[in-house]
Structures are given as C-alpha cells and as structure tokens.
C-alpha cells in the first residue's frame, strides 16, 4: 500500500502490522490515539511527516509474508484469540513483575526513588487491567460471539440490557487510553526501560519485561480499538437494518 500523510493511523495499522514499528520509532501512539491522520500525529510531535512516511513507504519493500493479517479474521475468532493469548499474558506477566518491582525498590530505591513510582503505577495498571479484562469477557465478548452467531445462522439479535454495542466499547476505550497514558509514565520514568550501571540482574530483568509488556499490550488495544470495535460497531448495524 502507498502511505500518504492524511492516511488514519489506526487504520494503517489495521491494514499492515509492520506500521507499527515505524510509528514506535518515533514515539507516535499507533492505539490509543491511532484516530488521528500522520500529519496531525507529526505536528503534535514536531516531526516531519514526509520522513515519517517515507519511512513507511519502505515497509513496502520487505517480505509481508510473516505479517498476521488480523483484519480478514473473523471476529469471533479475534475476541478468542485476545482473549486466550492477551488476556492470558496479562494475567501471567502481572504476577510475575509486581514482586520483581518489589525487589529492586527494597535493594535500589534508595539510590533510584524512580521505581517506587514505577512500582506504583503498574500497580495501579495491574488492578484496573484485571478488572478491565473481566468486563470484556463477561459483558462486551459474549455479546459479540452473539452477534457472530446470529450472522452466520441468519437470526434476530436480541437487544443487549447495555442498549448497544457502542455503548460498552466507549467504556473499554477511555479505559485503553487511561492505561495507554500510565505505561507513557512508566516508559519516561525508566528511561525507555534502560537499567542504570549499577542494576544487578533482577532490575535488569523487570525492566526488560516491562518493555515487553508495554509492547504486548499496545498490540492488544491496537486490536481491539481499530480492528474488533470498528467490526463489532459495523456488525451490529448489519443485523439491527437486516
């Protein structure tokens, strides 16, 4: 594809995953605020938006064969597989950092207060992606495999106690960008997750999987904020008109 500066952000990403790395490389949030056009991103960032997307342009050169091509999925498919693979490296990954985090605040918080502050703010992220996950998979998930049901089977869709569709995706959206906004803190706390000279193993190792994390989960609200919610918001109206 031919990237252009007034093209969506969210929307590249949809269509080529490969995106993704050219907007990280310049800081440009390709999620949570993937709404806005190339240029807009790149004023706001004081950048120049003919390199930015020059630079995209020559994605086009490499090999697409390894890119997972999520928007063609079905869409109960995709909230199975966010669920299985996202949910789960969330659950897992949250247990596994916060008493890595503990640790090096005890052994390095005296000479590097930073990470008391870290240590708090993935806390907090830890808790509200906790609740945040139980909402999708116990109100908005469901609802969609409905509607996938309801399309493949030709059937009236019930209206949900939640009105529509939307209205519970507004919700997980605002949520995308409060947590979006926290791992920005974290990211600029920690020096993009760059260990001081004297980090010992463990507070190189917590650093290195909060960078995984964070990159984990800009996939994951990628996927939902401008591949599953776009789809569900499209479906809906097919079988509300039908």
């Not at 960078?211 to 996927?223: A, N, R, T, V």
């Amino acid at each position: 594809m031919n990237f252009q500066e007034n093209n969506i952000i969210g929307e590249l990403v949809a269509q080529d995953y490969r995106a993704a790395a050219v907007f990280k490389k310049y800081g440009i949030d390709f999620c949570c605020q993937g709404n806005r056009t190339i240029e807009d991103a790149c004023v706001a960032k004081n950048l120049d938006s003919k390199l930015v997307v020059t630079d995209l342009n020559s994605i086009n050169q490499v090999s697409s064969e390894e890119t997972t091509d999520y928007k063609s999925w079905p869409i109960d498919l995709l909230v199975d597989y966010i669920e299985k693979k996202h949910h789960r490296y969330v659950e897992e990954k949250t247990q596994e950092i916060k008493p890595y985090l503990d640790k090096i605040c005890r052994v390095h918080g005296e000479h590097h207060p930073e990470l008391f502050e870290i240590n708090e703010h993935f806390t907090a992220a830890a808790g509200e992606l906790a609740t945040h996950m139980k909402k999708e998979e116990l109100v908005l998930f469901p609802f969609v495999r409905k509607m996938a049901k309801a399309k493949q089977e030709n059937t009236i869709l019930d209206t949900p106690h939640f009105g529509t569709v939307g209205n519970p995706i507004q919700m997980m959206m605002h949520e995308h960008t409060t947590e979006g906004e926290r791992f920005r803190k974290i990211e600029t706390l920690s020096n993009n997750y760059t260990p001081p000279q004297d980090a010992c193993n463990t507070y190189r190792v917590t650093f290195a999987l909060l960078k995984e994390f964070e990159q984990d989960l800009h996939l994951h609200i990628h996927l939902e904020n401008n591949i599953l919610f776009p789809k569900a918001i499209e479906l809906e109206k097919q079988l509300t008109n039908a």
